[in-house]
């Protein structure tokens, strides 16, 4: 009995292992003995693919566009966390270390201009370029940055590259099909889909002092090390630089945001060709139009609002003032601040900018040349006088100030120092300084000559740039 049922036991094992080595058999003998010619690699190896075999569509593009796309690793010096505490500057260790980081780029030329965000780099010591052909590694160098945009453009000395070919933003609809294609959590080579979401997005991540913000909204899953790679159309072509998502985990939460294109052209543009953004500026600032002023001056578009305007910069002689509400610039609708912003982007200083006005009830057309970001500080510094005693600069109201705010003189507070006397005050920029100790002031040399020798009990009666009045009391020694 117990031969049997171990012949049994025997047979059972052996029986699944001969069919096995026999199937193999059968298997080497059809195919020809380590012939793996007949093994199809999956398209998203692109492993010699003919594109044009390739059905158009998702597949097709993300053969088109992957080799374009590179990964990026940066290593920086930063501050390390010392044992000792409070210590820090006595510590024997060192306080100093190195820190690597991953993000993506995108080719932008066969020669080896390579775009990718600014705060992919920003603070690198060394920035290396994995091209996802063949894996070869270039050391690139930054030909120019552009913290505004959160953009950065990077050489490498290579040739023949596979550039992506850029296409037109302003073409881009909601409801588009995208893929965003880059190397999020160092998985290189990585291609995910989505629509869309939305255009002209501002979600304020971009702190400058001249912010662009226009971003294309996307539900295709971007995540940490996607940031500088490519968002592209169903035809491969580049449409953004992705930049950031919205999510309260730092992880894909079905909020992605891309630079449009038409943006990085013209960026990637200037800093080949002078190594700095021409950045235009018409002298104003402006605000998005709130409904409530939409309705009161019986607009049926959205559009947005003008708020402070440079005395003799170009809008202000165009005869442009605080309130008028602009429709479009230069053919593009302004629905919003972040698409003006757009429009102004593309521009260069001295271009000229044709605007369509809403202005006392009725439409108006203008145009004026556009100043360089120099010609407009040049205008807003205009009169100013410095103190490093007090870590200010201090400029004399203008004419039309002194009739907007309705006071016969003033001293504005500009560019104040963090943590100099002036801040300590609690005083901030664009303050204005109506009386010092009861008296009133119209030349800055004169006010600052009082507020650094002054000692005591010190009085400041002033207002905030909207006009709201406020008074201070300091003791001095």
Known sequence: MKKRISATIVFSVLLPLLCGFGGAWLFVKQTGKNDYSQIQYPVGAYRNV???????????????????????????TVQMQSPFGWFWDFDPFGSRGEATST???????????????????????????????????????????????????????????????MANSDEVQVGDWVLAVGNPFNLTSTVTAGIVSAKGRNINIVHNQFPIESFIQTDAAINPGNSGGALVNTSGQLVGINTAIQSNTGSYAGYGFAIPVNIVKKIVKDLVEFGVVKRALPG????????????????????????????????????????????????????????????LAYLRPGDEARMVLWKNGEEKNLSFKLISKEDNRALTMKGAVNSKVLGADFQPLSAADLGKYKVSSGIRLLNVIQGGYIARMGLRDGFIILQFNGRSYTEAEELISAMETTTGRIRIEGMDRNGNRSSYSFYSN
């Open 284 to 343: 104003m600032d402006i605000v998005d139009l709130t409904s409530a002023k939409s309705l009161a001056a019986k607009l049926t578009q959205e559009a947005v609002e003008v708020g402070e305007v440079l005395e003799d910069g170009p809008a202000w002689k165009a005869g442009i003032r605080k309130g008028d509400i602009i429709l479009s610039v230069n053919g593009y609708a302004t629905t919003s601040k972040a698409l003006y912003d757009e429009y």
């Open 103 to 165: 993000g993506s780029g995108v080719i932008v030329s066969k020669d080896g201009y390579i775009v990718t965000n600014n705060h992919v780099i920003a603070n690198a010591n060394k920035i290396t370029v994995v091209l996802n052909k063949q894996k070869q590694e270039f050391t690139a160098k930054v030909v120019g940055t552009e913290p505004g945009a959160d953009l950065a453009l990077l050489k490498i000395e290579a040739d023949n590259l596979p550039a992506i070919v």
């Open 50 to 76: 003919n594109l044009s075999e390739l059905p158009n569509g998702f597949v097709k593009a993300s053969a088109i566009s992957t080799p374009s796309v590179v990964f990026i690793k940066t290593q920086s």
